[in-house]
């Protein structure tokens, strides 16, 4: 069994090494992979396995290490990429592989999912573990919106681990802790503190590019205490910490405005919202304490549905808000609840502003041609059913793997999609119509994309310094509106979501019936965007101008900043491409609501001087960093009303009896 299993490894390895050092050559006229990065058409080859992923790691020599709690140690891998065993002797080496460490790890981010590997580190962070995970998470059901403030605590065991062999800390160094963190589609980060001589810091925001060169000075330089949180695309954020000292702990805190997701699904026949889990991916969290504490600010009688996470409603004497406490485990837990109609209003700059229902219109949309992007997240059968379907509307189709393929004849296109090899993923390219080999393809200006979303994806910043991204870039360019996308599953993979943050593509249908009606009825439905109408896809909600006076409620902030996101983010669109913009428009926009974007960054240093040398300053921002609403704190409006009549009635009485004294 052994015998069997070793020579399945070595041909396995061998496979994949051959892959990782062959020149990449664009054999087909048709081909329309060949300008992404090296590593995407290497990784579209690779096959999907355990062998695949280690020979994909950093080298294994770093892998064995007494004192790595993150390390995992495989011996056939070490054997395969010393060149012991194989077939050809000649096990992986620098001078033999095309790929960089850092494309190595994006290539394990891909296939596999991992987005934490290869990580341009300034220290090592193997002897930190995290020791508690405390989430405070509160939910405004009528805002459709939540607020997590995440507190973390890291722990350096380093010399613990150490003392056997009769070295103590003093001759350990300093680690620097790094997570990244996944969050729901549409969330922002809004605070940053860091914990320095046991005293809560928070943070300021500045550009990213001087926020990085501050945290590698002092960091890299000078071992002092700073920490930073950056924008990664594909709905991530990336969190440094420095530095955790051998037997000693670190706090940070971070604050993550996220939109309820509405379901389809619902709780006693009524539509439901739900929130998703923030996703830590760090110093090794095994054995964490997780609490989770809930506040939900509502007067209806809303009840949890709970999966993967114990929590237990307390008893409160607050009429406006009711509360949970309990614990959580490390798989993908989320809780839903019934919703309830959107409500409310919200001040921005001095204008009201009213809380909707997302407000949508039909427009006239007559695509010209049909492009279909294939992946394997639908069967054959599926994709030859979809298409057979969407050839009845007598509309050019084009099929995409990585290669094009178009014709008039349903026949044909069957035989294709049966022999065709559908590759797992799609890095669609929107410029498909303005490459020299396909403008006899695409003779029309109004593309239909059909894609379905994948688990193996990439955000569109992973093909930056490509020449596809380079094509993309002109052809945002000369682009007067986003591109229109159908998706036919619902899923958006972190191509397509990065896609959509930047404004460069909308979807417009996400099921197939909804695909062959705008087919049929030549209409798509977008949301409403015009003067004094503002959307937010994310939430489902649209804010609409008013000329009442807005009535403070808790959670108002929050649509507050998410609204200067994706302002942010819009007019960043065709800027995202280039990276030398200094973008200081943007950068003041994301200071008045603290958000952490594309171009901002929120740091935090140890000194007023550390500030001060590197141009950081503690600019006035309209909101602030978030932070907890305290329950019962806000007076309802009718209890507003109340306060109002009494106040007007003592002046009234004050008056009378000073005029009759």
Same mark, same amino acid.
């Given at each position: 069994?052994?015998?069997?299993?070793?020579?399945?490894?070595?041909?396995?390895?061998?496979? $994949?090494?051959?892959?990782?050092?062959?020149?990449?050559?664009?054999? &087909?006229?048709?081909?329309?992979?060949?300008?992404?990065?090296?590593?995407?058409?290497?990784?579209?080859?690779?096959?999907?396995?355990?062998?695949?992923?280690?020979?994909?790691?950093?080298?294994?020599?770093?892998?064995?290490?007494?004192?790595?709690?993150?390390?995992?140690?495989?011996?056939?891998?070490?054997?395969?990429? %010393?060149?012991?065993?194989?077939?050809? #002797?000649? /096990?992986?080496?620098?001078?033999?592989?095309?790929?960089?460490?850092? @494309?190595? /790890?994006?290539?394990?981010?891909?296939? #596999?999912?991992?987005?934490?590997?290869?990580?341009?580190?300034?220290?090592?962070?193997?002897?930190?573990?995290?020791?508690?995970?405390?989430?405070?998470?509160?939910?405004?059901?009528?805002?459709?919106?939540?607020?997590?403030?995440?507190?973390?605590?890291?722990?350096? @065991?380093? *010399?613990?681990?150490?003392?056997?062999?009769?070295?103590?800390?003093? $001759?350990?160094?300093?680690?620097?802790?790094?997570?990244?963190?996944?969050?729901?589609?549409?969330?922002?980060?809004?605070?940053?503190?860091?914990?320095?001589?046991?005293?809560?810091?928070?943070?300021?925001?500045?550009?990213? $590019?001087?926020?990085?060169?501050?945290?590698?000075?002092?960091?890299?330089?000078?071992?002092?205490?700073?920490?930073?949180?950056?924008?990664?695309?594909?709905?991530?954020?990336?969190?440094?910490?420095?530095?955790?000292?051998?037997?000693?702990?670190?706090?940070?805190?971070?604050?993550?405005?996220?939109?309820?997701? =509405? /379901?389809?699904?619902?709780?006693?026949?009524?539509?439901?919202? !739900?929130?998703?889990?923030?996703?830590?991916?760090?110093?090794?969290?095994?054995? =964490?304490?997780?609490?989770?504490?809930?506040?939900?600010?509502?007067? =209806?009688?809303? &009840?949890?549905?709970?999966?993967?996470?114990?929590?237990?409603?307390?008893?409160?004497?607050?009429?406006?808000?009711?509360?949970?406490?309990?614990?959580?485990?490390?798989?993908?837990?989320?809780?839903?609840?019934?919703?309830?109609?959107?409500?409310?209003?919200?001040?921005? *700059?001095?204008?009201?502003?009213?809380?909707?229902?997302? +407000?949508?219109?039909?427009?006239?949309?007559?695509?010209?041609?049909?492009?279909?992007?294939?992946?394997? !997240?639908?069967?054959?059968?599926?994709?030859?059913?979809?298409?057979?379907?969407?050839?009845?509307?007598?509309?050019?189709?084009?099929?995409?793997?990585?290669?094009?393929? +178009?014709?008039?004849?349903?026949?044909?296109?069957?035989?294709?999609?049966?022999?065709?090899?559908?590759?797992?993923?799609?890095?669609?390219?929107?410029?498909?119509?303005?490459?020299?080999?396909?403008?006899?393809?695409?003779?029309?200006?109004?593309?239909?994309?059909?894609? $379905?979303?994948?688990?193996?994806?990439?955000?569109?910043?992973?093909?930056?310094?490509?020449?596809?991204?380079?094509?993309?870039?002109?052809?945002?360019?000369?682009?007067?509106?986003?591109? %229109?996308?159908?998706?036919?599953?619902?899923?958006?993979?972190?191509?397509?979501? !990065?896609?959509?943050?930047?404004?460069?593509?909308?979807?417009?249908?996400?099921?197939?019936?909804?695909?062959?009606?705008?087919?049929?009825?030549?209409?798509?439905?977008?949301?409403?965007?015009?003067?004094?109408?503002?959307?937010?896809?994310?939430?489902?909600?649209?804010?609409?101008?008013?000329?009442?006076?807005?009535?403070?409620?808790?959670?108002?902030?929050?649509?507050?900043?998410?609204?200067?996101?994706?302002?942010?983010?819009?007019?960043?669109?065709?800027?995202?491409?280039?990276?030398?913009?200094?973008?200081?428009?943007?950068?003041?926009?994301?200071?008045?609501?603290?958000?952490?974007?594309?171009?901002?960054?929120?740091?935090?240093?140890?000194?007023?001087?550390?500030?001060?040398?590197?141009?950081?300053?503690?600019?006035?921002?309209?909101?602030?960093?978030?932070?907890?609403?305290?329950?019962?704190?806000?007076?309802?409006?009718?209890?507003?009303?109340?306060?109002?009549?009494?106040?007007?009635?003592?002046?009234?009485?004050?008056?009378?009896?000073?005029?009759? =004294?």
């Amino acid at each position: 069994m052994l015998i069997a299993y070793s020579t399945y490894y070595f041909i396995q390895w061998s496979h $994949t090494e051959t892959i990782l050092t062959k020149l990449e050559v664009v054999s &087909e006229n048709n081909q329309i992979d060949g300008d992404l990065p090296d590593w995407i058409q290497k990784a579209s080859r690779l096959r999907v396995n355990h062998v695949t992923e280690m020979a994909l790691q950093p080298d294994r020599r770093s892998q064995v290490s007494l004192f790595a709690a993150q390390s995992q140690f495989d011996p056939f891998a070490y054997f395969a990429s %010393k060149g012991f065993l194989t077939f050809s #002797f000649s /096990g992986r080496s620098l001078s033999e592989t095309r790929i960089t460490g850092d @494309e190595a /790890g994006k290539m394990l981010h891909l296939l #596999f999912g991992k987005s934490h590997s290869y990580l341009d580190r300034l220290w090592r962070g193997h002897s930190l573990i995290t020791t508690d995970i405390d989430s405070h998470i509160q939910i405004h059901p009528e805002l459709r919106v939540s607020y997590t403030e995440t507190t973390l605590s890291i722990y350096n @065991e380093n *010399s613990s681990s150490h003392s056997w062999i009769g070295l103590g800390s003093w $001759t350990s160094p300093p680690e620097e802790a790094i997570y990244t963190i996944t969050v729901p589609p549409g969330s922002i980060c809004t605070k940053l503190s860091l914990w320095i001589n046991g005293e809560e810091r928070p943070a300021r925001l500045t550009f990213r $590019t001087t926020a990085r060169n501050a945290y590698k000075q002092i960091v890299g330089m000078e071992r002092r205490d700073p920490s930073y949180v950056e924008w990664l695309d594909g709905n991530r954020l990336r969190l440094r910490v420095f530095p955790v000292t051998p037997e000693n702990y670190r706090m940070v805190r971070i604050g993550i405005v996220s939109p309820l997701k =509405a /379901g389809n699904a619902t709780v006693k026949g009524k539509e439901t919202l !739900s929130y998703e889990r923030i996703r830590f991916e760090g110093p090794v969290s095994d054995f =964490a304490d997780q609490t989770v504490n809930v506040d939900l600010f509502s007067k =209806a009688p809303i &009840e949890l549905s709970i999966s993967g996470i114990s929590l237990k409603e307390k008893v409160v004497s607050d009429s406006q808000v009711r509360q949970w406490t309990g614990s959580a485990g490390f798989k993908d837990w989320f809780f839903s609840f019934p919703a309830t109609p959107p409500q409310g209003t919200i001040l921005v *700059s001095g204008v009201t502003y009213n809380v909707l229902p997302e +407000q949508t219109e039909l427009v006239q949309f007559e695509p010209d041609t049909i492009i279909v992007a294939l992946n394997t !997240s639908l069967s054959r059968a599926q994709w030859k059913n979809v298409v057979k379907k969407m050839y009845e509307f007598q509309i050019p189709i084009v099929i995409l793997t990585n290669k094009w393929f +178009q014709t008039n004849d349903l026949k044909k296109a069957e035989r294709y999609l049966e022999e065709c090899e559908i590759p797992a993923f799609n890095l669609f390219p929107l410029h498909f119509n303005k490459t020299l080999s396909t403008t006899k393809v695409l003779r029309g200006n109004r593309p239909l994309w059909v894609v $379905t979303g994948e688990n193996q994806s990439v955000p569109l910043g992973e093909l930056r310094n490509s020449v596809h991204f380079s094509k993309m870039q002109t052809s945002a360019a000369e682009r007067s509106e986003s591109v %229109k996308i159908a998706i036919l599953n619902g899923k958006h993979s972190e191509y397509v979501a !990065s896609l959509i943050d930047l404004n460069q593509v909308v979807s417009v249908a996400e099921n197939e019936k909804d695909i062959l009606d705008i087919l049929r009825n030549q209409q798509i439905r977008l949301p409403i965007e015009k003067e004094g109408i503002v959307s937010l896809p994310y939430a489902k909600l649209t804010l609409e101008k008013s000329n009442q006076t807005s009535i403070e409620r808790p959670g108002s902030d929050l649509l507050v900043r998410m609204l200067i996101q994706r302002k942010i983010m819009k007019q960043l669109g065709k800027r995202f491409f280039d990276r030398d913009l200094e973008n200081k428009d943007l950068v003041d926009l994301a200071q008045d609501a603290m958000v952490v974007s594309p171009v901002s960054t929120l740091i935090v240093l140890e000194t007023p001087n550390d500030y001060k040398r590197f141009g950081i300053k503690a600019n006035k921002s309209a909101l602030g960093q978030s932070k907890l609403e305290a329950p019962g704190a806000v007076p309802e409006p009718g209890e507003w009303l109340l306060l109002v009549c009494i106040t007007l009635g003592l002046i009234a009485y004050f008056k009378l009896r000073r005029k009759f =004294a």
